[in-house]
Each structure stands twice: as C-alpha cells, then as structure tokens.
C-alpha cells in the first residue's frame, strides 16, 4: 500500500518552474538605455534615389553577455551531468549507493526523484540562458565534451555535491558585475536554487547542508580550473572576457530606498530568525525535536542530525544579526532593534513549520533587496546571505516533507510583502 504521504512527497518532486527566458522581458536591448528592438524611429525615411552599398552593422552585444555566457557554460555542464548520470544509474543503483547505507529508506528512495528535478532544473537554466544572451545579441556558447570520471552511484553523487557547491560560489562571485537589473534578478533567483540544490547534496553526501554563514564566491578564473577537470573539449576563454571599456552597474532603484535602509529591513528579518531559534531550542529539547511528529519518516540518521543543525541555523542568524547591525553603524546609520515576538507554535513540528516558512520568506526577501544595494561590498555580503538562507530553506523543506528546491529559479516578494510575513510574528 502507498502511504499517503509518500504521494504527497512524489507531489511536489515533479514539480519544476518553466523559465522561458529567466523573466527578463525588456532585457533584450543591445545598450543599457532599457530601449528594445521594437523602439525604433517612428518617422519614415526619405527614400533616395540612390542606392547605397553601406552594409547595415551588426548590433553589439549587451555588456552581461560574457557573464552569461560562464554562468551557460556551468549550466551546459551540470546538464549534461545530470543527464548523462541518470542515463548511467537506474533508480535502484542510486538509492543502494554506498553513500546512502546510514540512511533510512525515505530519504533513499527520494534521491533519484530529486536529482531528476536538479537535472531538469540545470536544463531549463540551459534554454533560458541561451535565450536571453541571443536576446541581448550575443552567441550563445555551445555544450562541450566531459569526462566526469566516476565509476559508481557514490562517486556520482560526490560529484553532483562538487558542481553545485561550485555553481553557489560561482553565480555569488559574478553576480556582483552583472550592468542590467533584470538579468541580475534572474541571477540572484538561479544563485539561491543552486544553493539548494547543494544544501541537498551536501546532506546525503553526510557533510553539513550549510557550512558556513556567508557563502564564499570565486572568480571566474577559479571556477573555470574546477570545471576544466570535466571538460575535454577545447574552451576559449576570450568569450568570457567583459572588456575595460564595460559601463558602471547602476542596481539602485529608482525611489528613496537607501542601502541602510535596504540593511535596516535585512536586520529586521535576521533579529526575528535569530530570536526565533534561540526561543526554540530553549523551549524544546533534543528528544522533543528528534521525536517530532514531523520527523517520523526519517530514519535515525536524519532524525539524530536535527537538533545540531538547527543549533547552526540558529549561529548563522545570530551572526548575521552581527554582521548587518556592524554594517548599518559603518554606514552611519541606526541598526534597528530586536522586537517581541509571538512565534505560534506549541509542538516540535509546528515549530519545524513556522522555520521553514521563515528561511523560505528570507530568500525571497534577499532576492526581492540585493538587486537594489548600491555599495559593492554590501552587495557581496548580501547575496552570500541570500545563498545561506536558501541553504537553511532547502533543509528545512526536506523536514516538512516538501521538495528541497520545488522551482527552477527562486521568486522574489518585495519589502512590503515580506513585511506583511513578518508583521504576523512581531508583538510590538
């Protein structure tokens, strides 16, 4: 018989977002004006008597095309990794990988179905980026050949765990230079479900979903030594090149929204997840959270974990907290303090479920501010926040019995949506 539950669970594994072209409508200009193909003069011209020989030039590209064309390159791969691996490995060979043996049979027999999801995700990553870079007058960089060089269902899945981690690091270290708005909305939204797809990984791989409360970023340099270890085909990296000649990012908007004002509402957020932690792991003990009802699929592996890893979720908010409030005093401005808060819940599981509504509303928050932070350097810090949370979201999701990562690019709310979230929690 087919627990309900298990139905409910397979649910929400099919379900992946259609991309199209990563929302970036009004992004295929070939200049930065925000003007597009079809704003063209409305005047006739003068028909002349005369034909001309004059070859009409060929648009140029729009500045971000090199960036997309690394992050298409990185996508192109794990697509094929994807692909090529669950070409490879039938579903059984996935959830009797050696990896897996601590696990019980839930999260076994979840894996095959998640990694398709991931696979699917990194395809429609595929399309819409290429896509948009011909939107924008580029060319699109072509897949390659890859040698992934492993043998088993467990070498796979460390493998898998290597991608996505470095997709993280990658997306979070270009992310910064990307000129056009929209294309570093979508950006941002592809960053934080490369995050989870890693936070997943790192899971079942045995190690930490979230090891650190800032993710690092790498260069594009440092991530095209990594990805070059799978690829067998020739790369020319002039594709990659931005130019010195490439304009100055403008990600403010256009209101009266400051950078402490953008932190100051971050703050916000990160005091509630913090306070929420601290009270909760002082209400509920560690057998309480290990024996929620939440939690009576998982096997011991799973359940043993929860109470340490909440405890670092907690740390990572707590540092944030830190880390934000530092930064408004920098900027000369006035942290904002910390509430009082009614949380809901009574029981270990609704506490897991006002948690996973929580991370889940933090990154939306992040991607809805990030792209309108106007200093570099809070930029930087925020959308490696932004990945944390995600990280945070994907475990969280996975204990409440829903998918990791259910869409293909993550959705932003703005400051007033979140706040209308987070106005449900704050007393005073």
Do not use: W
Request: hydrophobic letters at 40%; one cysteine or more; proline letters at 6%.
């Amino acid at each position: 018989m087919t627990d309900p539950q298990d139905s409910t669970r397979r649910a929400f594994l099919g379900t992946t977002a259609t991309l199209g072209t990563l929302a970036l409508a009004g992004c295929s200009s070939d200049d930065e004006s925000g003007a597009t193909a079809t704003d063209a003069p409305t005047d006739t011209p003068t028909m002349t008597d005369e034909p001309t020989d004059t070859p009409t030039p060929e648009p140029m590209a729009a500045p971000d095309v090199p960036l997309l064309n690394y992050a298409l390159t990185l996508e192109h791969l794990e697509n094929a990794f994807y692909r090529e691996g669950l070409e490879t490995f039938s579903d059984d060979e996935l959830m009797n990988a050696d990896a897996l043996s601590n696990f019980g049979q839930e999260i076994r027999m979840e894996v095959p179905e998640y990694l398709a999801t991931a696979g699917a995700h990194e395809a429609a990553h595929v399309t819409a980026l290429s896509d948009t870079i011909e939107q924008l007058n580029g060319t699109p960089v072509s897949e390659g050949e890859y040698d992934f060089g492993y043998e088993t269902p467990t070498e796979f899945l460390g493998v898998a765990q290597a991608l996505e981690n470095t997709g993280v690091a990658a997306y979070a270290g270009a992310a910064p230079q990307v000129v056009n708005n929209d294309v570093l909305a979508a950006a941002a939204g592809i960053h934080s479900v490369e995050a989870r797809h890693a936070g997943f990984l790192n899971l079942v791989n045995g190690d930490m979903p979230f090891p650190n409360a800032v993710d690092e970023a790498q260069s594009i340099s440092e991530v095209l030594d990594i990805a070059s270890q799978f690829i067998t085909s020739e790369v020319d990296p002039s594709v990659y090149e931005t130019g010195d000649d490439r304009p100055t990012h403008d990600r403010k908007a256009d209101d009266d929204t400051t950078d402490v004002n953008v932190l100051n509402y971050a703050l916000t957020l990160e005091h509630l997840e913090n306070a929420f932690y601290r009270e909760g792991l002082e209400t509920f003990n560690d057998d309480e959270l290990m024996n929620a009802d939440a939690l009576s699929v998982y096997g011991d592996e799973v359940r043993m974990a929860v109470p340490d890893h909440l405890r670092v979720v907690g740390e990572h908010e707590a540092a944030h907290v830190t880390a934000l409030t530092d930064t408004v005093n920098q900027l000369g401005g006035d942290p904002v303090m910390e509430a009082e808060y009614d949380f809901g819940y009574e029981t270990p599981s609704e506490f897991l479920g006002v948690a996973q509504a929580l991370e889940n509303t933090g990154v939306a928050a992040y991607k809805g501010a990030a792209p309108t932070v106007s200093n570099d350097a809070v930029f930087n810090a925020a959308i490696s926040i932004h990945s944390v949370e995600a990280r945070h979201a994907s475990f969280l999701n996975e204990l409440n019995a829903t998918s990791p990562f259910p869409n293909g690019v993550d959705e932003p709310q703005t400051m007033s949506e979140v706040e209308d979230v987070a106005s449900q929690f704050i007393v005073n």
